[in-house]
């Protein structure tokens, strides 16, 4: 009697993970890798102990931010486009890639780009700000480290901004 009541909660346990959707299941297990990942490997640390002597000197700074930067561009954003386009065979409209509702998009980028300017126009003239910002100091002296710095980040943040709304939010979503 035992062993019958086993086998069947083993038989309803295994249905009801036929059931699951194959998608759905390999993004939820595989997000928090990506982000352990990006915290262990992608750290400015590990870039500076072990990777940082195969450069000159003067460029450690940069590149341990760009290490950091890359690492999640590349685990928050290339890697699960190419999962989603190549494993599970997703159009690029279906992930988020699509131009979506420009329109709308475009009247909040007007009602909001003023906004996000002026505001930080003015928090950015703190001494607090100041001190914090930008977290690579040459940034602040430098027009060129400052734009590589910037477009480093730009990688940066849509690889962050994609793999919570875009391979979570649009992998989930069926």
Known sequence: MALQRLRDEFRRAWSALAALDRQVVFILVVVPLLVIIQQNLGSRSLFREHLAGYFP??????????W????QGVLGFLIPVLV????????????????GDWKLATTLA??????????????????????KYP?????????QVFLIYEMLFLFYWVGWEYLWRGFMLFGTAR
């Open 57 to 66: 000197a003067e460029w450690s700074g940069i590149l341990s931010w760009a």
């Open 68 to 71: 950091w930067f890359g690492m």
């Open 84 to 99: 989603l386009i190549f494993v599970f065979r997703r159009k690029p409209r279906e992930i988020g890639l699509g131009a």
């Open 110 to 131: 007007i009602i909001y780009i003023p906004l996000v300017v002026i505001g930080t126009w003015f928090l950015s003239d703190s001494p607090a700000f100041q001190a």
């Open 135 to 143: 977290h690579y100091g040459p940034a602040a002296t430098d027009w």
